[in-house]
């Protein structure tokens, strides 16, 4: 096959921008090694924050051997640390898919060259630029599904984009250490675009590089805006016109902010619910009791100010909530002082997190709480009454709701 035909893609006269050099790949790069980094790092952090180490029922990606070997307990404080986390995450996410498409397009015709391998050194750097532009790809497109409540995935979306992640990040930090030197040379001395990426028949300019620079930054800035009102809240969630959970009205009155799954998708029955059913069975090493709603209302009830943050970026302004904290609940069953860890089940008929478990860091917070009030109200059936728990810094679905049973004790 010629490599030098100008029809076909693997010659380098088919790619006829102007723009395209080293210096136009160099900004983008430069640009993706900070966000892809601090997308990373959030992803990371963000698994933390699940404490998958503490129980099986919170690992979402159980195989993962030495890649959790960061692990830590996740902490109460800030209260809006989740929050902060996961929205960087998932916002940061969406504002650079532009700039990744535009790095992508300032390399294609790389990812055309023939022959595929020159010698094995080569075919190793081909492979390593194939997980690279792949893993790219795949994180971003995981990533955009999960936050459009597409599960079209085959299997979890939890492991995939875990184990996509690291696979994407090592040929991200070889690329970067081979390409960073030649991207600040290239910065620092702007100018005529040189490099193998600078067409050797370039067309006519249709806009300069600095006005394709800005075309760039000014679509991160769109997706930015119409995406950041979702973790936000007030009137700015209104422009996050890009999130499901964003623009949504999700109706007036103290119970009026954000679900994420209602009663009716949880499975839950109102005559499992109501006064005459429902009981909260509380087990420790003091043994067992069974708690009505009234009876809990008879205990020392306690308010505090705490968001609802969901995985998929979107977060709530704190929240007003009231119950009975959970180091009191521990200390009915023969915890007191020192609270253990909490092994929560709810009457959710199925779907993930039905089950969580807390670490005693987070029983032992006074701001944890058994809510029955949010707002000044009784919990609404999709907020999970007739009991839910509230816990600071925590992400979403650990905040359980319509709790049946509470286990106190060392897991
Ligand atoms: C998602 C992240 C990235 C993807 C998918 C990506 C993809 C690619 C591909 C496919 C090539 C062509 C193959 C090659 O020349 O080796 C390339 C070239 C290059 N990349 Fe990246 N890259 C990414 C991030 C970065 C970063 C973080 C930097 C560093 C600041 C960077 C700087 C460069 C430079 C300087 C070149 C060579 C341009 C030239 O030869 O004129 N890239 N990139």
Redesign the pocket.
Known sequence: MRNDDPRLPSSPGFWRSPLR??GF??VL??V??VG?TVLFVTGLVSYAAYNPDLSPVNDQTPDKGILGFYLFAWPTDPHWLYRFTQGLHVTLGITLIPI?LA??WS?VP??FALPPARSLAHAL?RLS?LL??GG?LFEFTTGVLNVQLAYVFPGSFYPLHFYGAWVFFAA?VA??V???P??LR?VRRPGREQ???VSPRPGPPTVSRRGALWFVGGASLLFFATTVGQSIGGVLRRTALLAPHGGADPGGGPNGFQINKTAAYAGIDTRETGAEAWRLVVTGRGGTVRLSRAQLLRMPLHSSALPIACVEGWSTADQWWRGVRLRDLAALVGHDGDPPDLFVESLQRHGAFRRAALRANQVADPRSLLALYVNGEALSPDHGYPARIIVPAAPGVLNTKWVARLTFGDL
Do not use: N, W, Y
């Open positions: 050099g080293t790949t160099s790069g430069l993706l090694l892809i990744l790095k992508l390399v790389r990812l750097e630029l690279l532009v790219g991200f690329h970067a081979l390409k960073v030649a991207a290239a490099g193998d990426l």
